[in-house]
């Protein structure tokens, strides 16, 4: 469960979707979430997805989870400046009290 | 509610030294976690502690210790400071219930400087 993949980087136009995506290694992991960190701030959660799911939609974002390939994707629509951030992904195990974060992918929105 | 509080927001402290970082859960959080962050490593997982008892732990050296208090309060421990310690310490609370959605809740961090 330790080895979480992200590409470090995403440049995007406003009003373009972004795709960040992930790969993870933990076939027992439980939930899968994703993260959004600002200059300076804490982590965010924007959203999560169990297991047995193969997509979530909530809003502008769209989560996409291939088991089988254990990739998960994080779509964001009609991205704007303020969605510039770095995005973690991250996948919970050990009854879902131990969490394993990617490197992160820093998002950089031109406008 | 009051979110997860985290002291100091800055140290600098010099090799061989050791430090103590304190975290506040959010009232009724029993399970604090504590993650170092640094530029290309991405968060890395230190430990997880639920009703003052260590209940799960990352892959770093004895020097990173950790405790946690009766109020869920948990202070977290590095001894013989290395440059490589230089992070960004997070730590976050849930609620910790086994099996279940635990949404983790993050604190600001703590920016650790070793000189």
């Known amino acids: 469960g330790e080895d979480v993949e992200q590409s470090l980087f995403l440049s995007v136009r406003e009003g373009d979707s972004s795709v960040i995506n992930c790969t993870y290694t933990?076939?027992?992991?439980?939930?899968l979430y994703w993260y959004k960190q600002e200059p300076g701030a804490g982590l965010q959660l924007l959203t999560y997805i169990f297991s047995n799911m193969d997509m979530k939609q909530d809003q502008r974002l769209t989560v996409l989870l291939n088991k089988k390939d254990k990739h998960l994707s994080l779509r964001i629509a009609d991205t704007q400046t303020g969605d510039s951030a770095i995005y973690f992904c991250?996948?919970?195990?050990?009854?879902?009290?131990?969490?394993?974060f990617g490197t992160g992918t820093s998002l950089t929105v031109i406008p | 509610k009051a979110g997860v509080t985290q002291t100091p927001r800055y140290l600098i402290k010099t090799r061989g030294q050791q430090v103590t970082l304190s975290c506040s859960p959010i009232s009724g959080h029993r399970s604090v976690s504590w993650y170092q962050q640094t530029p290309g490593q991405g968060l890395q997982f230190l430990f997880e502690y639920f009703s003052e008892t260590q209940r799960n732990k990352g892959n770093f050296p004895g020097r990173f210790s950790g405790r946690q208090f009766s109020n869920s309060r948990s202070e977290m421990n590095v001894s013989t400071l290395e440059l490589g310690d230089s992070a960004l310490y997070l730590c976050?609370?849930?609620?910790?219930?086994?099996?279940?959605?635990?949404?983790?809740?993050f604190g600001p961090g703590t920016r650790l400087t070793v000189l």
């Open positions: 933990d076939s027992s992991s439980t939930y």
């Open positions: 976050a609370s849930s609620t910790g219930l086994a099996g279940s959605h635990n949404e983790q809740f």
């Open positions: 991250a996948e919970s195990i050990n009854h879902g009290n131990q969490f394993y």
